[in-house]
């Protein structure tokens, strides 16, 4: 079956570092992005990882374990702009099906 | 701004109409998206048309019907909707349907059945 587990709501200061959680049992595996979401608005891309390892680009990482079936996104000198839910999906082997997380609704505080 | 655009961004509408939402890409892609997000469930992939065809329908009723005529529009037509169908209705755009091919979403209409 497929199933994203993430959690729920994360709260960080500003100009902290919050690593958000992803695990992931899906049919196959064609790739993991994180998108972010703000209220009221639509999801944006962050990132994407297919190879295990680590992506770097700018404040944002995000990590990837195919063994574990597991990513993180971490967000460094954090800010209040990136209160927003962040949604974690899989794109599975077979067609185009992509299975979303329910995403972690992260609150920066001052 | 994204570059693409849906038109309602709000629709109240009775069990007994029917509707229609529309999507629109500016970004030359030839993959589209419509997927429903209903409070506190995880964002749900409804259809997926490649190059106008649809090769995903994951398992939605049919009292919503898609039409895809051409690469840069996508419709979602509505008829005897249930009021659990109330969510937003997010449409997406992708260059293909390639794994790595990030998706760029729509602004959603906020639908809601009485």
């Known amino acids: 079956g497929q199933n994203i587990d993430q959690p729920t709501e994360m709260t960080a200061t500003e100009g902290a570092i919050v690593q958000i959680n992803c695990t992931y049992q899906t049919s196959g595996f064609n790739g993991l992005f994180w998108y972010q979401q703000h209220a009221g608005e639509a999801p944006t891309f962050l990132s994407y990882?297919?190879?295990?390892g680590l992506e770097e680009k700018g404040r944002f990482s995000s990590f990837l374990s195919r063994s574990k079936g597991y990513s993180y996104l971490l967000l460094k000198e954090l800010q209040m702009k990136d209160s927003a839910s962040y949604l974690c999906a899989v794109r599975e082997n077979y067609g185009q099906n992509f299975v979303f997380g329910p995403g972690t609704r992260l609150s920066v505080l001052p | 701004e994204t570059g693409v655009t849906q038109t309602p961004r709000h629709l109240v509408m009775g069990m007994t109409n029917k509707k229609s939402l529309k999507c629109e890409q500016h970004l030359g892609h030839n993959a589209m998206y419509w997927y429903k997000q209903s409070a506190k469930k995880p964002l749900e992939l409804m259809f997926v048309y490649n190059f106008k065809e649809q090769t995903e329908n994951n398992s939605v009723p049919s009292r919503f019907s898609p039409e895809c005529p051409n690469s840069s529009h996508l419709f979602l037509h509505l008829h005897t909707l249930q009021p659990e169908d109330s969510a937003l209705y997010l449409c997406?755009?992708?260059?293909?349907?390639?794994?790595?091919?990030?998706?760029?979403f729509g602004p959603g209409t906020r639908l809601t059945v009485t």
């Open positions: 990882n297919v190879l295990d």
């Open positions: 997406a755009s992708s260059q293909g349907t390639s794994p790595s091919y990030e998706q760029y």
